[in-house]
Every structure is written in structure tokens, then in C-alpha cells.
């Protein structure tokens, strides 16, 4: 079995929450119409095609045509997206700070809107700036779990599938991951992850 030497991490609900909740729960005071306005308007269905690569400007559109009472709220989204995500999850910013200081490659694959990808990478550049390469779905206009967005990233990153170690929250994009010869983490915390990255040698 070859040795994996370098990391890929997903990014939402591994490195940072994501939650839609966070900026709307400053716009929307009442509970359940918040509830509603989740379930039914801003979905997370309706969001996977800023993740797919469709542009904002076009799938807002199409929503406030749908739910014109609620037009300002939907046109908070992209300008305010940053506000969507939260903190970084606990121990995450630690472990990627501790493999990068042992010389371990660092990449990410994300499903991401290549339009509010940039302005997040800003805001966290002290933690992206030990990451070799990051592919953004929105920007390749593929997505995890889909075969051909791995395959994209190993060429990128200059990697066979058994060089790397892959870490996702969602165990359809883990399996897809383990079916293009990574070694795939299902992440569902950074104790369990670090003691899995030491037993593989990485730390």
C-alpha cells in the first residue's frame, strides 16, 4: 500500500460551518417565518447551483420571480454571503496549522460559488495560504460528488489517488473519493480526524 503524503480537504462543515441561518436570523426576527423562509425560499437545493457554477445574477431572478415579497432578502445573499459562514470548526484551524508545519501538502476541493468563493478566501487567507491549490466547483462547473471533479484535482495538484488522503462531512462525496483511488476520510470531528492522520504517519 503507498503512503499517502499530502491532505485534501473539503472546506463547508470541515474547515468552516456553513449555515444559511447565520445571516438571515439578523434579518428575519420572527422564528418560524425564519423556518419558512429557509425551507421554502433560500434552499439548500437552490444554492447547489451557485456551487454548480451558475451565476447568482440569474438564479436570484428567477427566485424573487417566484417569491416577490421576499426580493430584498433574496438579494442579500451574495453580498452578504460571507456572513453564511461561521467559525472555523473547532480544532480545524490547529491540525491544518500543525501538517502544514510538518511539510505536508495541502489542497482542498470544494463545492463553492466561484462568485463568493474570492471574498471568503479573503477573509481567511491566513488559513488558505498554507494550501497549495484549491479547486472551486462553481469555477470547474463540476461537483462533488461527480468522478470527473477528482480526477481534476489529482492532475492539478499533480497527485495519484493513493498519494493523498481526502476529508469530507458528506459520505457520497467520501465514497466517490475512495472510488478514485484517495484514501477517504468521513469527517465527523478533529480528534477522530487527527488521530486518524497520525495512525497514517502524516503526523
Request: hydrophobic residues 50%; glycine residues 6%; negative net charge.
Amino acid at each position: 500500500m503507498v503512503q499517502p503524503h499530502a491532505v485534501i480537504f473539503d472546506v463547508g462543515k470541515v474547515l468552516f460551518d456553513w449555515e444559511p441561518r447565520f445571516l438571515y436570523e439578523r434579518l428575519i426576527e420572527d422564528d418560524r417565518a425564519l423556518e419558512a423562509f429557509l425551507a421554502n425560499v433560500v434552499t439548500r437545493e437552490w444554492h447547489f447551483q451557485h456551487d454548480a457554477g451558475r451565476p447568482f445574477a440569474e438564479t436570484s431572478a428567477e427566485l424573487r420571480a417566484r417569491f416577490p415579497e421576499h426580493a430584498a432578502l433574496i438579494a442579500a445573499w451574495a453580498p452578504r454571503f460571507n456572513e453564511t459562514l461561521g467559525p472555523a470548526i473547532p480544532g480545524m484551524t490547529a491540525l491544518v496549522e500543525a501538517l502544514d508545519a510538518a511539510g505536508v501538502p495541502l489542497f482542498a476541493i470544494t463545492n463553492f460559488s466561484g462568485e463568493f468563493w474570492p471574498p471568503f478566501r479573503a477573509r481567511e487567507a491566513a488559513l488558505f495560504d498554507r494550501f497549495r491549490d484549491i479547486v472551486v466547483s462553481g469555477d470547474e462547473k463540476l461537483v462533488k460528488p461527480d468522478p470527473a471533479i477528482y480526477a481534476l484535482a489529482l492532475r492539478r495538484f499533480g497527485l495519484e489517488g493513493p498519494d493523498a488522503v481526502f476529508i469530507d462531512d458528506s459520505l457520497p462525496n467520501v465514497v466517490a473519493a475512495a472510488d478514485a483511488g484517495i484514501h477517504a476520510l468521513h469527517f465527523t470531528g478533529a480528534a477522530k480526524l487527527r488521530a486518524d492522520l497520525e495512525g497514517l504517519g502524516l503526523l
